[in-house]
C-alpha cells in the first residue's frame, strides 16, 4: 500500500496569504494524485486530478504540481472560505489511499 | 444538477449487519464507477470499496474484504454496500462518491455509522 504524507500537519495563515502544501509518496504514483478540500460537516470536494488539472468550477488561485514522489498544492492568495482540512489521494496503485490531511487554519 | 445521498447508517453492536444506499440523480448513473470511501471520526479519509459501471468489478480494501459487499442497480440509479460482521473500528461517515476516472468529483453528504455495545 502507498502511504502518503502530507506536511505540515497545520498551517496557520492570514487571509490574502500564499499557502503551500506538501505531499509526499512512499513510491512513485507518476501524476496519479488528486488533491480535496474538506469543511466540517461537508464531503470531500476535489479541487486537482492528475498532480496539475483543476477540476470544474475550482477557482484559479488553486494550483497542483509535481510528479513521482512529491507533490505540492498552492493557494495563491488566501480566501476565508479555503481555510479548511486538504487531503492528497493516490490513483496509481488499489488500494487508492489518502495523505492524513492538513489542516489550513486562520492565523 | 448531480446528486448523491446515502441512507441507511445508524447505531449497530459489534457483529451485526446494515446496508448502506446512495441514490443518484442528475447524471447517467450507469456510466460511471462508483466508489465508497469513510471517515473515521476525528482522523482522515479511507477508501473501502469501488465497482464498475456495469457492476462486474469490484474491489476492496483489506480491512474490509469478505465481510463488505458492494453492488448497484443502474435500473434504479442506486448504489449499495452492505456490510457485516461489524466491528468499533468500522465507525465512520461513509460516503458515496462519483468516478470519471480522475478523481471523485461529486460526493454524497454521507452516512453515519456508530458500532457500539
Known amino acids: 500500500e502507498i502511504v502518503l504524507t502530507q506536511s505540515p500537519g497545520t498551517l496557520s495563515l492570514s487571509p490574502g496569504d500564499r499557502a503551500t502544501l506538501s505531499c509526499r509518496a512512499s513510491?512513485?504514483?507518476?501524476?496519479?494524485l488528486a488533491w480535496y478540500q474538506q469543511k466540517v460537516g461537508q464531503a470531500p470536494r476535489l479541487l486537482i486530478y492528475?498532480?496539475?488539472n483543476r477540476a470544474t468550477g475550482i477557482p484559479v488561485r488553486f494550483g497542483g504540481s509535481g510528479s513521482g514522489t512529491d507533490f505540492t498544492l498552492t493557494i495563491s492568495s488566501l480566501e476565508p472560505e479555503d481555510f479548511a482540512v486538504y487531503y492528497c489521494?493516490?490513483?496509481?496503485?488499489?488500494?487508492?489511499?489518502f495523505g492524513q490531511g492538513t489542516k489550513l487554519e486562520i492565523k | 444538477e448531480v446528486q448523491l445521498v446515502e441512507s441507511g447508517g445508524g447505531l449497530v453492536q459489534p457483529g451485526g449487519s446494515l446496508r448502506l444506499s446512495c441514490a443518484a440523480s442528475?447524471?447517467?448513473?450507469?456510466?460511471?464507477?462508483m466508489h465508497w470511501v469513510r471517515r473515521v471520526p476525528g482522523k482522515g479519509l479511507v477508501w473501502v470499496s469501488r465497482?464498475?459501471?456495469?457492476?462486474?468489478?469490484?474491489t476492496y480494501a483489506d480491512s474490509v474484504k469478505g465481510r463488505f459487499t458492494i453492488s448497484r442497480d443502474n435500473a434504479k440509479n442506486t448504489l449499495y454496500l452492505q456490510i457485516s460482521s461489524l466491528r468499533a473500528e468500522d465507525t465512520a461517515i461513509y460516503y458515496c462518491?462519483?468516478?470519471?476516472?480522475?478523481?471523485?468529483?461529486?460526493w454524497g453528504q454521507g452516512t453515519l455509522v456508530t458500532v457500539s455495545s
Open positions: 462518491a462519483r468516478s470519471p476516472g480522475s478523481g471523485e468529483d461529486h
Open positions: 442528475g447524471f447517467i448513473f450507469s456510466s460511471y464507477w
Open positions: 465497482i464498475n459501471s456495469d457492476g462486474s468489478v469490484t
Open positions: 513510491q512513485s504514483v507518476s501524476s496519479y
Open positions: 492528475d498532480a496539475s
Open positions: 489521494q493516490q490513483r496509481s496503485n488499489w488500494p487508492y489511499t
